[in-house]
């Protein structure tokens, strides 16, 4: 069975009707296709074949995408998991040089504060880092020129 999709019989319904007929556009309609089919057998298998192909193009395409999203998910999980391995081994680290001072609070106070001070430290690097990229895109260059906001008014007396 020859089937089109959606787009190509809304195209072959405005050619019908407003140029005329398909048999001007050349284009074969659905129903001039099967009548090809039903009358030449070799034809029929020819579309059969096509329709086949197709099918099993889409189906490839498909696993294909498939595999493609499941190795995009596995070497995301692994950089996460690295990075969660690095970040450990970081607060590890920290917690046993902050062990090894020696200072008037207990072991447990100091791990406490040192771990409240690292992500204090990691919140202000990242608001940093996002403070600077805002000041960054909003700088002004020759694509970006500044604005001025009376140029394009339909009514100037109110502005500043």
Known sequence: MVSRSIGQ?????VRTNTLGGAEQTGDPTDQ?????????????QNLIAIERARAENILQLET???????RMAARLGLIGLGALL????A????????ASLRLSLPAAGTG????AGT???SALAWWGKRAHTRRRSARTNEGNPPENHTEGDQNPVGAP
Request: glycine share 2%.
């Open 112 to 115: 406490s504060v040192t771990l």
């Open 91 to 98: 607060v590890a680290f920290v917690m046993n040089r902050a």
């Open 32 to 44: 001039a296709l099967m009548a090809q089919a039903i009358q030449d057998p070799a034809q029929a």
């Open 64 to 70: 294909a995408r498939g595999q493609m999203r499941l």
């Open 86 to 89: 690095i970040v450990v081994a």
């Open 9 to 13: 019989r809304l195209l072959e319904w």
């Open 119 to 121: 992500m204090l430290l």
